[in-house]
């Protein structure tokens, strides 16, 4: 299971993409609503999460998502029950996945260091001993990470390779019509 978290101000195309191809793919995929079960995008979506934070238990957890979005970012970032899951995750190795500038919440906690990875411009310099690339979603080891909204299908196919194989995440590319 991935336990995708949303914060207010997240941004919808880096949380719901990743989320609907995660499924496609097989992968039973949780929504964890930070501050509550109702949760309001950056853009003003108002939608429900599948669990409060209290309600999310390490048991059968194969990783961690964040969607970037501003403040929804910053939210992430001061939860404690999202900082639990994240070194669980990190402790575990289990995938931490971040997209835009999520990934500076990874960075802030040395998890990037000697890594490849990928963020909205003007975060790398929260990507700390990382190494920056400008590629769309990479993945190294066990840290996958996305660059935008823009990159959020590629980022969630990244995410379905990684959890379910090539051949699964070939198939949900080519159902959506994807190059």
Known sequence: MVYVFLADGFEETEAIAPIDIMRRSGVEVKTVGIGGKTVTSSHGVTVTADLSEDEAV????????????????????GSATVQKFIDHAAENGLYMCAICAAPSVLGHKGLLKGRKATCFPGFEKDLIGAEVTSLPAVCDG???????????????????EKLCGKDVSKKVRESMQCP
């Open 58 to 77: 390490f048991e059968g957890l194969q990783g961690i998502m964040l969607p970037g979005g501003m403040p929804g970012t910053l939210n992430l970032e």
């Open 142 to 160: 066990k840290v996958i990470t996305g660059k935008g909204a823009g990159a959020a299908i590629e980022f969630g196919l990244l995410i379905s």
